[in-house]
C-alpha cells in the first residue's frame, strides 16, 4: 500500500525573520525618499542574500528566503498605500476620484510587487547558499 504524500512547508522562523527585517530596514527608507520602486526588489535581494547567509548548512535556505520575504512584504503593504495615498494628495480631483485611483495604484504596484519579492529572495538565497558550501 502506498504512503499518501503529505506536502509541508519546511523552514526556519529565525532565518526567515532575520530577513524580513533586512527587507523593511532597506526596504522602507529607500522606497519612501526615491520615486523609483525597483528598490525594494534590490531589498528583497539583499534580504535573500542575509538568509542565505544566516541559515545553517543542512536547512531550507531559498524557502527561509521566500517565507522572510513574504513576511517582510506583508509589513510593507501599509508603506505602499501610504505613499500612494501622499502622491495622490497632491493630484487635483473631483470627490473620492483621487482615493479611488490611489487604491488602484497601490494595489497594481502590490501585485507587481509580491512575485518579484518572493522570486528575486528564493534566488539570491539559493546562490548564496551554493557559493557559500561550494
Known sequence: MKDPIQPSLDFELRPAL???IA??????PLFLYTADWITILFAATMAGAIVGLRTDRYAQTAINGLVGSMIGFLFF??????????LFQFVQMDGSD?????????????IALAPATAIL??????????????
Open 98 to 110: 483621487s482615493i479611488l485611483y490611489a487604491s488602484v495604484f497601490a494595489s497594481s504596484e502590490i
Open 23 to 28: 527587507l523593511l530596514i532597506v526596504g522602507v
Open 77 to 86: 503593504i501599509p508603506v505602499i498605500i501610504g505613499r500612494q495615498l501622499y
Open 121 to 134: 529572495a528564493f534566488t539570491a538565497a539559493a546562490i548564496v547558499d551554493f557559493l557559500r558550501f561550494k
Open 18 to 20: 532575520e530577513g524580513s
